[in-house]
């Protein structure tokens, strides 16, 4: 074994062992979101700004997609998690996750037959890819899957009156 290829030497059970180090590790692409998607995200913040009342807290882009907190009715935060990585072509894929961005079924809003939360699972009302998935009838269409309408759509849904609490602590 070549001298420059042995990186580190590791004492185990009193005997010297060669371990070697991976010569690089690879980087991850920086993330970069598409131009459409960028003025989607603007349109949110301008739709929360005008109309969020507080209610509705700044979205955050991250790899794994759009965050956005939102209060419900009973005043817990839930964060909405909106993956668009074909943002208007496809319906987007929504879920809820902790603070942390933990994907938890305390993180979800309470079961109601008429309501659309189905947790830990997913988000049954239209625009979300789950919903579509589950009743193919009903064609998705480009101009109901914005950031806002998706956001807009799920904040009804925590202040509607079959929103019952939160998954796991409901009567």
Not at 4 to 15: A, K, P
Not at 95 to 114: E, I, L, N
Not at 115 to 126: K, L, M
């Amino acid at each position: 074994m070549a001298e420059n290829e042995l990186h580190q030497l590791r004492w185990r059970f009193l005997d010297w062992r060669p371990v070697l180090r991976p010569q690089s590790v690879p980087q991850l692409r920086p993330y970069e979101p598409s131009e459409e998607l960028l003025a989607g995200l603007a349109d949110l913040e301008e739709f929360i700004r005008e109309v969020g009342g507080g209610r509705i807290g700044p979205p955050t882009l991250g790899r794994a997609g759009i965050t956005v907190p939102m209060q419900a009715r009973d005043g817990a935060i839930y964060f909405l998690r909106i993956h668009a990585a074909h943002y208007l072509e496809a319906p987007p894929r929504c879920t809820f996750v902790d603070g942390q961005g933990r994907f938890v079924p305390a993180a979800w809003p309470a079961y109601h037959p008429s309501g659309p939360f189905r947790p830990p699972n997913f988000i049954c009302t239209p625009p979300t890819a789950e919903f579509h998935h589950h009743h193919p009838e009903h064609r998705y269409q480009r101009e109901t899957g914005t950031l806002v309408n998706t956001v807009a759509t799920i904040y009804t849904a925590l202040q509607a009156s079959s929103y019952r609490g939160r998954y796991g602590e409901e009567d």
